[in-house]
């Protein structure tokens, strides 16, 4: 290929050489759809066509229609190409250089994760009967934090019930054709320890099933589907309607506010870095911060001459 080849050909290459069966798919479509904005916005420029100009003119029509985070993810994914196009000689310098992230104003934030008193207010309205459901799939989640579709592949061997242990080690390929797939990364192999209560209650209702058969998948699953049944108990109880993802927020939430540590949680949410966590969560840390200023300074003007 040389460097009178057009961009978005490179781009397509590219991916099918060093991201196709390197990444998980879920990463793999994000390259895709960022192909598909080079077919949108540049669709006749060639590789030599590649400056800084006009690298940043190419990020400026992106962050019109999409905000600032988004735009950096854009700009990530067409970095890594760009710096091997100048490793192979298709170009003298990396256009990508002091780029200027820009974005469309940030939605207002919906409410991500309810307090300790909301999530007992929504626990307490669950219909947790004796069969499983989606209702007890809402109760694991919001007790252990886990992924959607970590909690989607559980199967009834996952549980250790003597040891009240949790054992995440797979998740389920629900954007795609259903079946078992290696988890997010190392970290989120995991034991997750259980409380005495929900150890008893799925000790219970597992009794009788499939030990290696996923406890909650019967079908197709739409994280949509779940979203709905959370959102429905959500209003029922006059609730921030949040997400199964929101659940995994009250979760972490819930524990920095008790005061276990940033890596305990880490560890917990299987984060790869506690780095993931301290940014994930900055704004409850912040809180906590606050509070350790106020503690202190009580702590202080107590000690009188």
Not at 14 to 32: P, S
Not at 273 to 299: A, C, G, P
């Amino acid at each position: 290929m040389e460097n009178t080849a057009l961009f978005n050909e490179y781009y397509r290459n590219w991916i099918d050489v060093y991201k196709q069966g390197a990444v998980r798919e879920v990463t793999l479509n994000k390259y895709r759809m960022t192909s598909l904005w080079l077919d949108r916005l540049v669709p006749d420029m060639k590789i030599c066509d590649l400056n800084r100009l006009s690298y940043q003119k190419l990020i400026n029509a992106y962050a019109e229609v999409h905000e600032r985070q988004t735009t950096m993810d854009f700009h990530h994914q067409l970095k890594g190409a760009i710096l091997d196009a100048v490793d192979e000689g298709y170009l003298d310098k990396d256009p990508t250089r002091k780029v200027i992230i820009k974005g469309k104003q940030p939605r207002a934030k919906k409410t991500k994760y309810l307090n300790q008193f909301q999530l007992q207010t929504l626990i307490a309205s669950l219909n947790l009967e004796s069969e499983i459901s989606w209702d007890w799939f809402i109760l694991l989640v919001a007790k252990t934090g886990m992924r959607f579709s970590e909690a989607l592949a559980l199967t009834p061997s996952d549980f250790n019930f003597r040891k009240q242990t949790l054992s995440v080690s797979k998740t389920w390929d629900y954007k795609g054709k259903g079946g078992f797939l290696p988890t997010k990364n190392k970290s989120s192999v995991r034991n997750i320890p259980l409380d005495w209560q929900i150890s008893i209650q799925f000790a219970q209702l597992l009794k009788d099933l499939p030990k290696d058969k996923p406890i909650f998948v019967k079908d197709k699953v739409y994280n949509s589907t779940v979203n709905h049944v959370l959102a429905r108990h959500c209003r029922k109880c006059s609730l921030p309607v949040i997400t199964i993802h929101g659940l995994r927020h009250t979760h972490a939430s819930i524990l920095l506010f008790a005061g276990v540590s940033i890596a305990s949680v880490a560890r917990r949410l299987g984060h790869s870095s506690m780095t993931t966590t301290q940014k994930t969560y900055l704004h409850i840390i912040q809180e906590l911060e606050n509070k350790d200023i106020d503690l202190v300074m009580r702590s202080l003007s107590s000690l009188n001459q």
